[in-house]
């Protein structure tokens, strides 16, 4: 119940800014406790039930919290996969929707997953793209590994080596501009609205990075067996 007025309230601080395409960012996404908890029991990516994302995103490793909490029977680490999995309810969607001007009066779904990208030989772990049409709204939530390299910047931790998101603006010709960078700082929370224009990529990680991916989804638009670990709300 704490988290969960304690997001409620973010939610309804955030800014929304339109350019390249209605994006959101803040700091302290999750309250300190809860965020430390979080970051320990990180599972691994080599933990059972983990699987990458296809041959397009072969350094991906992904796990759903829903199906993991299955896993695990006791613990610590069971209590923040439980506060996890009841935090991220209709009411909290409804509310991020809300921000973002979209109204949606139909069925909806919750996605929320574990992410790993390891370190690979390519330029961009994720190459420019649009993300699938069933979401509404596509938050990410940046966990740095503790030993990354840091620096501190007017007081702000700043990672090394370890991308955040870049926002693109496609151009005539197809090409990709970069017009900003939401770097990845610990518990910083970066949002946006799918639309035609919300071109995103992440450049070429260096050290394993760590996100916690919580989409909101339309389930009547998900292809068939798609629904496959997600919440309907």
């Given amino acids: 119940k704490i988290v969960h007025n304690y997001l409620l309230q973010k939610v309804n601080e955030l800014e929304i800014h339109n350019y390249p395409f209605f994006h959101t ?9 809860f965020y430390n908890k979080l970051n320990k029991y990180f599972p691994d990516y080599q933990d059972t039930g983990f699987s990458t994302q296809g041959k397009n995103k072969p350094n991906r490793y992904v796990k759903d919290i829903f199906d993991l909490r299955t896993r695990i029977t006791y613990g610590p680490a069971l209590e923040v996969y439980n506060v996890l999995a009841n935090i991220f309810d209709r009411q909290l969607a409804e509310s991020i929707l809300s921000k ?17 990208d390891l370190p ?3 330029s961009q772990s994720l190459v420019p793209h649009l993300d699938y049409k069933a979401k509404l709204v596509s938050m990410v939530v940046y966990l740095p590994l ?3 390299p840091i620096r501190i910047i007017n007081k702000q931790i700043q990672y090394f080596d370890i991308p955040g998101t870049d926002l693109l603006v496609q151009n005539e010709d197809k090409t990709f501009t970069k017009v900003r960078e939401i770097q990845a700082w610990c518990n910083r929370m970066i949002g946006f609205k ?16 760590r996100t916690l991916t919580l989409f909101i989804i339309d389930p009547d638009l998900c292809e068939q067996g798609a629904l496959e670990a997600r919440r309907i709300i």
């Fill in 146 to 148: 503790i030993e990354t």
């Fill in 194 to 209: 799918k639309d035609d224009k919300s071109w995103h990529s992440v450049e070429e990680t260096k050290n394993p990075r």
């Fill in 120 to 122: 690979t030989l390519n």
């Fill in 25 to 33: 960012f803040t700091d302290d996404f999750f309250p300190k406790e």
């Fill in 100 to 116: 973002f001007n979209i109204v949606h009066n139909g069925r909806l779904a919750w996605h929320c997953a574990y992410a790993w």
